[in-house]
């Protein structure tokens, strides 16, 4: 697609160029065309302007997904006995996917 743009570019400058010297003025005339030279200049900036400024395609975004939060944490409630108390459970880590496939590291810690 660079390579198309830039050969049209090309190709449209030298056409501006060819056609800028192919169209000189014969003789130089005192003429008092003050406002048909603000006219032509308007009218050539707002054709050129709409030339230059040609709408482009459709844009694609890529698609932006959010990782869910974190599970919230796991609360203990300690049970005291006249004994020693009973080992806390080993929390472990585990894998685990969310709706859309991504893959994502949880702490996992039995319940009593």
Not at 24 to 35: I, K, L, V
Not at 51 to 74: C, F, L, S, T
Not at 80 to 95: D, F, G, K, L, V
Request: neutral net charge; aromatic residues 10%; glycine residues 8%.
């Amino acid at each position: 697609m660079t390579v198309i743009r830039t050969c049209l570019t090309a190709g449209l400058i030298s056409l501006t160029l060819a056609g800028a010297l192919a169209a000189t003025a014969p003789a130089a005339e005192a003429r008092d065309d003050f406002w048909a030279g603000v006219a032509a200049g308007a009218v050539g900036g707002i054709v050129g302007g709409a030339i230059a400024n040609q709408p482009r395609g459709p844009v694609y975004h890529e698609r932006v997904y959010i990782d869910p939060p974190p599970p919230p944490p796991v609360v203990y409630h300690q049970t005291y006995y006249q004994e020693a108390p009973p080992p806390r459970p080993r929390c472990h880590y585990e894998w685990r996917e969310n709706d859309w496939g991504d893959a994502f590291r949880v702490k996992v810690c039995p319940a009593y």
